[in-house]
């Protein structure tokens, strides 16, 4: 039992960069779903900059609010600093929400204030998911071995957050490379910067000053006033009628909110994993809550503990870099400023600092697992990859259409996926894979975890849940349906039978550890634990 008192101070000198960190996270996500929904989906100013971008607002300050008393009761508890967890819009989550349910009903009705009171509408439905996580959040999680969880974060860490911003640097080199390297120089290679200055910050104003040199980038006024937050009760009871007049946008809801409070599960073992302990059940209420008050205040995207602790931490960060963003993030947002600094700052200039959490995520998993472990997080790890091919090809079959391409064949047209076969390209495979990655990828990583461990019957629990899940359409398909027994699935009962009934006939001593003859590759000889 801890003796005395401990006093945890909310700022430090770490906390200056990590909020250019965070808030350049944030930013990006805001900046990339008020273009899409201004200039995609057609939404007014008044509407993007008036509703939506406030409403996320208010839904971050209402979670960073909890994250930082959260902090406070940690610190106190445990008799030592410790560091906020992270929060804003939830980034594979917000993809969904646009492309899942604001795009097909504005592309069906060419009404955008009604796909924008659906989304709404979905956002607080899906709130109320991903709170009842809470129900599961704290058994799934002891059940569930880290290199499960920590593995599927890698997985998207790699793929969304370090590869797709990187991609963007190499697309913009002059403006990439110049924020890149004090990047490099003052976060990963974790030198002192001249004059102390945060990396994250210094790296944004060169960035963004060689793309004014370039003409790049503009300083424009567009969209700047006054919007304060207002609810919108009436907007969030049309939405949610729809949403019940059409119940197959719920085939779409559920399953991707059933993701994010796995997302909050995963991000609070991630903390857990550099030291600082968090009640995952508070912090998926948290989320879920947070979601719901934005989208009352118009903000259709999900809110949830961000991934990336860990590199907070590596900081030095305490609670002071959440409570900077959740101050500037709304004055930004009440007064139009994020539309002024969307304009300002070139995405390659932020880019780098996403590819800087993405590292420290996964260099942090590798100390956080025993070695053997590291098998799951890297088959952890893949579903994300067939998630990033699948979503590709459908964008180059959506260019290849707005471009005047005519006679094509959809995607997962019988003819066409046979002929990707043919080319080496496993379209009907990485579909399979890429739906519900998330959970295929903590699936599997617990998986082979609980193998390697000799727990084979946790190995055949998780087995089993994938059989259920599968057969309904939770993981390996585009919707929910009622009960089917595919091939995956019925592949799933019979490794969940094979798992459970081994264990009767397997002795312990019968794994070989010491005696196994070595491997012979060309003169080399290599021998177990090597």
Not at 230 to 236: A, H, I, K, Q, S
Not at 245 to 271: C, D, G, K, R
Request: glycine share 12%; net charge neutral; proline share 6%.
């Amino acid at each position: 039992m801890r003796v005395g008192r401990y006093d945890y101070n909310l700022f430090s000198r770490g906390d200056f960069s990590a909020f250019w960190a965070l808030f350049t996270d944030n930013l990006v996500n805001l900046m990339v779903l008020g273009g899409i929904c201004q200039f995609v989906f057609q939404m007014p100013v008044d509407i993007v900059y008036g509703r939506i971008i406030p409403g996320a607002a208010i839904a971050i300050l209402a979670g960073v609010v909890v994250y930082v008393l959260l902090a406070k009761r940690a610190a106190a508890q445990h008799g030592r600093a410790v560091t906020a967890m992270p929060y804003g819009i939830s980034t594979p989550v917000m993809f969904v929400y646009l492309f899942g349910v604001i795009g097909p009903i504005y592309w069906s009705t060419n009404d955008p204030v009604l796909a924008w009171q659906v989304g709404i509408g979905a956002g607080f439905m899906g709130g109320i998911v991903a709170a009842l996580g809470a129900l599961i959040g704290p058994w799934l999680k002891k059940v569930t071995p880290r290199a499960g969880m920590l593995g599927t974060l890698c997985g998207i860490a790699l793929v969304f957050i370090g590869t797709v911003p990187l991609a963007n640097v190499f697309e913009n080199p002059f403006v990439g490379f110049a924020s890149m390297i004090i990047i490099l120089w003052g976060l990963v290679g974790r030198f002192r910067l001249p004059f102390n200055i945060p990396a994250g910050l210094l790296a944004l104003v060169v960035g963004t000053v060689v793309a004014l040199a370039m003409g790049e980038s503009s300083v424009s006024f567009e969209g700047v006033g006054f919007y304060p937050p207002v609810p919108y009760f009436g907007d969030l009871a049309a939405g949610i009628q729809h949403l019940f007049n059409h119940p197959e946008l719920f085939l779409v809801l559920v399953p991707v909110q059933i993701y994010n409070f796995i997302e909050t599960m995963n991000n609070v073992e991630s903390a857990e994993s550099a030291g600082d302990h968090y009640p995952v059940a508070t912090c998926q209420i948290t989320d879920g809550v947070g979601t719901m008050v934005g989208a009352l205040f118009g903000s259709p995207f999900p809110t949830t503990a961000y991934i990336g602790h860990p590199a907070y931490k590596r900081m030095g960060a305490h609670a002071g870099y959440v409570i900077g963003v959740g101050t500037v993030i709304p004055l930004a947002a009440f007064f139009g400023f994020l539309a002024f600094l969307s304009h300002l700052i070139p995405v390659a200039a932020a880019a780098p600092v996403l590819v800087f959490v993405a590292l420290s995520l996964i260099t942090n998993t590798a100390h956080a697992v025993k070695t053997d472990h590291m098998a799951a997080v890297t088959i952890a790890m893949m579903p994300h990859v067939s998630s990033f091919l699948v979503i590709k090809w459908g964008s180059l079959m959506g260019a290849l259409g707005a471009t005047g391409a005519t006679g094509m064949l959809a995607l997962g047209d019988p003819q066409l996926t046979a002929a990707l076969l043919q080319q080496g390209a496993h379209y009907a495979g990485h579909l399979a894979l890429s739906q519900g990655a998330i959970l295929t990828g903590l699936i599997w990583g617990a998986i082979v975890a609980s193998v390697i461990d000799g727990r084979f019957r946790n190995a055949g629990g998780f087995a089993f849940a994938a059989f259920v899940m599968s057969s309904v359409g939770i993981v390996h398909s585009a919707t929910l349906h009622w009960p089917e027994f595919s091939a995956v699935s019925m592949g799933y009962l019979i490794a969940a039978a094979f798992l459970f009934i081994y264990p009767i006939f397997h002795k312990q001593e019968q794994r070989q550890e010491e005696g196994i003859e070595p491997l012979a590759v060309g003169e080399a000889q290599i021998t177990p634990g090597e």
